[in-house]
């Protein structure tokens, strides 16, 4: 079963915009991770955050995490043609590298 | 530092056929799993190992089997192929301080 519901589903902005994509999960977790996979490709890490971090950023990246809620956001910052692809986040609930993943969001980043 | 790989890129299968699909590593990771993606979905863990001679199993282990007899590979194998099994799979590797994944490039697999 997916652990994890992201919203939307597919997301379409103009180059230059924030691009923000939510993450909802079921139970307890270890850590929330974001991985990118563009079209045909395998899965690229982006960010890692931990169940006792609230936010981290990486370059134009932002995620957020709010555990009381069973949530997390990443916000991409002034969006680029190549950002375009699918976002996924994925929990670990026991750090012990079992990721349960979502269904991800279909980003497109029209120039 | 070729990192993950995985062979063949494309398969095709008849139903009832058996394959192995191959995934190696050179990170000198301890964990590797294997993942299915579905069109439209997210990945579902297949089977997974902790180091060689350890596996175990993920949330859609029936019709695939696995062995890891050393650090570096990890084979997934379909013992008599459904189409249901039509996919792409995915093997990925962890370990150290890390608890990031790194993912190999895919097998797109079709039975028909």
Same mark, same amino acid.
């Given at each position: 079963?997916?652990?994890?519901?992201?919203?939307?589903?597919?997301?379409?902005?103009?180059?230059?915009?924030?691009?923000?994509?939510?993450?909802?999960?079921?139970?307890?977790?270890?850590?929330?991770?974001?991985?990118?996979?563009?079209?045909?490709?395998?899965?690229?890490?982006?960010?890692?955050?931990?169940?006792?971090?609230?936010?981290?950023?990486?370059?134009?990246?932002?995620?957020?995490?709010?555990?009381? #809620?069973?949530?997390?956001?990443?916000?991409?910052?002034?969006?680029?043609?190549?950002?375009?692809?699918?976002?996924?986040?994925?929990?670990?609930?026991?750090?012990?590298? #079992?990721?349960?993943?979502?269904?991800?969001?279909?980003?497109?980043?029209?120039? | 530092?070729?990192?993950?790989?995985?062979?063949?890129?494309? /398969?095709?299968?008849?139903?009832? /056929?058996?394959?192995?699909?191959?995934?190696?590593?050179?990170?000198?990771?301890?964990?590797? +799993?294997?993942?299915?993606?579905?069109?439209?979905?997210?990945?579902?863990?297949?089977?997974?190992?902790?180091?060689?001679?350890?596996?175990?199993?993920?949330?859609?282990?029936?019709?695939?089997?696995?062995?890891? +007899?050393?650090?570096?590979?990890?084979?997934?194998?379909?013992?008599?192929?459904?189409? +249901?099994?039509? +996919?792409?799979?995915?093997?990925?590797?962890?370990?150290?301080?890390?608890?990031?994944?790194?993912?190999?490039?895919?097998?797109?697999?079709?039975?028909?």
């Amino acid at each position: 079963s997916q652990q994890g519901e992201e919203d939307p589903q597919a997301l379409s902005i103009q180059e230059g915009e924030n691009a923000t994509m939510n993450c909802s999960y079921k139970t307890s977790i270890n850590n929330l991770q974001w991985y990118r996979q563009n079209s045909g490709r395998g899965l690229v890490h982006l960010i890692l955050i931990r169940s006792n971090e609230r936010e981290k950023h990486s370059g134009r990246l932002r995620v957020t995490l709010d555990t009381s #809620k069973k949530s997390s956001s990443l916000l991409i910052t002034a969006s680029r043609a190549a950002d375009t692809a699918s976002y996924f986040c994925a929990t670990d609930e026991e750090g012990a590298q #079992k990721l349960v993943f979502g269904q991800g969001t279909r980003l497109t980043i029209n120039p | 530092n070729a990192g993950v790989t995985q062979t063949p890129k494309f /398969q095709v299968l008849k139903t009832g /056929q058996s394959m192995t699909l191959q995934c190696a590593q050179d990170m000198n990771h301890e964990y590797m +799993s294997w993942y299915r993606q579905d069109p439209g979905m997210g990945l579902r863990l297949i089977h997974y190992s902790v180091g060689a001679g350890i596996t175990d199993q993920g949330e859609v282990p029936n019709g695939y089997n696995v062995s890891r +007899s050393t650090t570096e590979d990890f084979p997934l194998r379909l013992l008599s192929a459904a189409p +249901s099994q039509t +996919s792409v799979y995915f093997c990925a590797t962890g370990g150290g301080n890390e608890d990031t994944q790194y993912f190999g490039p895919g097998t797109r697999l079709t039975v028909l």
